[in-house]
């Protein structure tokens, strides 16, 4: 089985913007999963530290997607012995924490 530290789950209208967000995360090493519009990031691929991705995706967002648009990040919380401890979302879209 496959794991992941980070996944994205977006809905996007515009189909420009929703292949320049798909592009904006393959950039940054994540990977389709699926046929679904969700992105993750592998756990071995893990090197960029996740609250400051998190905060890049939040601006870029904000800067190029519509107010209906959302974008979901589900980011994995482990201890040392990788077992897996909780798992937040944050809608990276939305003006509330």
Do not use: C, W
Not at 49 to 74: C, E, I
């Amino acid at each position: 089985m496959k794991q992941y530290k980070s996944i994205i789950i977006y809905a996007v209208s515009s189909i420009e913007q929703k292949q320049a967000l798909e592009n904006e995360l393959e950039k940054y090493g994540l990977e389709r999963v699926g046929t679904q519009d969700i992105f993750a990031l592998p756990l071995e691929e893990y090197r960029t530290k996740v609250q400051a991705f998190k905060a890049y995706l939040r601006a870029y967002a904000r800067k190029h997607l519509d107010s209906q648009d959302t974008v979901l990040f589900v980011e994995s919380r482990m201890n040392e012995e990788r077992t897996l401890t909780a798992m937040l979302q944050t809608n990276l879209t939305s003006e509330e924490e």
